[in-house]
């Protein structure tokens, strides 16, 4: 069968099945009163946002397993695709709990910070060990010059900072209604280029396969999240999505061009870290509010533009990781 056809199919399997799970899920948090609770240092706007259903991360997590074990039992994923999954779940689970906390004691605040940090490095050492214990690289290919530097027993904290750094950038991100989901989509499109790639060359453990299903479980998602959102993807998602981009750059070797394919992520982040920085030395603010997202709704942009806006971007840096690849 035609690879672009199955890449079809599969974006619509993704995408039907979290429909169809969302038709039955939103209903069914907004019975049990499982709403979001807005921090009082937010923007203004959002205190309108309260009590908006949450932990709708659950949507593409069971849109993306559902459709993944029919694919399995036709063959097409492999350990690689199955490593993802797991771990995809994992800090799914990280961020449930998380969710479940924060509407169990009423407040903003679930997890505490280090119980949630323990048990992301947890997972992401869980992950690393399986996949190395397997045969997995332990090289990181920097792009442009197409150098190989060998970690070795390093590897393992790489790939650890790499993959809770893309889980706490993903959390930053979840701020809007469709920003952290549509950046995930987009960074998932460019990453199943390269598991095609790959593939094509000498296997991606079902990754090519994986992909594309796990895009559209995401854009389902965004039939409910998009503005106005009528649910959240809360811890519960923007952990497990930050997880799964890292693991599909840890195992197609492309972790340096996650900078590239989770690029609004690690912008948002930074402008978290420059803020704290420059506050703490100098006692002056360089946003108005980070994350970066919030800085351009207080100047006045509305919600769907700075969406829409960072979207294009993450578009265009993910095309930029692809010429990267390139490049010799």
């Known amino acids: 069968m035609n690879s672009g056809l199955v890449y079809g199919i599969e974006v619509l399997a993704g995408f039907a099945v979290s429909v169809a799970i969302g038709h ?3 209903p069914y948090i907004k019975r049990l009163k499982i709403g979001q609770h807005i921090r009082g240092e937010g923007p203004r706007a959002h205190f309108k946002k309260a009590g908006t259903p949450t932990m709708g991360g659950v949507i593409f997590l069971l849109g993306t397993l559902v ?21 995809f779940f994992a800090f799914g689970l990280i961020g449930f709990i998380d969710d479940w906390r924060k509407f169990r004691l009423g407040r903003s605040l679930g997890l505490r910070a280090r119980e949630k940090m323990g ?12 996949w190395r214990t397997g045969g997995g ?7 442009v010059i197409n150098r190989v530097v060998h970690l070795g027993a390093l590897y393992p904290v790489f790939g650890v900072l790499v993959m809770v750094g893309s889980s706490n950038a993903m959390n930053l991100t979840d701020g809007l209604d469709g920003l952290a989901a549509g950046v995930s989509a987009i960074g998932l499109a460019a990453l199943s280029r390269v598991a095609l790639a790959k593939a094509a060359l000498n296997g991606a453990g079902g990754l090519e396969h994986l992909a594309p299903t796990a895009i559209g479980a995401i854009l389902g998602f965004l039939v409910y999240n998009r503005h106005p959102a009528k649910i959240f993807m809360g811890d519960t998602g923007s952990l497990a999505l930050g997880a799964l981009l890292a693991a599909f750059g840890i195992l197609t070797k492309t972790e340096l061009l996650l900078l590239f394919f989770a690029g609004v992520p690690v912008v948002e982040t930074l402008s978290v870290i420059a803020q704290v920085i420059s506050f703490q030395l100098f006692g002056r603010r360089i946003f108005k509010m980070s994350p970066l997202h919030h800085h ?17 971007a993450q578009a265009l840096l993910a095309a930029a990781g692809i010429w990267v690849m390139t490049l010799v």
């Open 24 to 26: 039955a899920f939103v």
């Open 137 to 143: 690289s332990s090289d990181v290919i920097v792009p």
């Open 296 to 312: 351009f709704e207080l100047l006045g942009w509305p919600e769907v533009k700075v969406v829409r806006t960072f979207w294009l």
């Open 119 to 130: 048990l992301a490095i947890l997972a992401a050492a869980v992950f690393l060990y399986i």
């Open 67 to 87: 459709p993944a074990i029919a694919e399995g039992f036709f063959g097409l994923l492999g350990r690689d695709a199955w490593l993802a999954i797991g771990v």
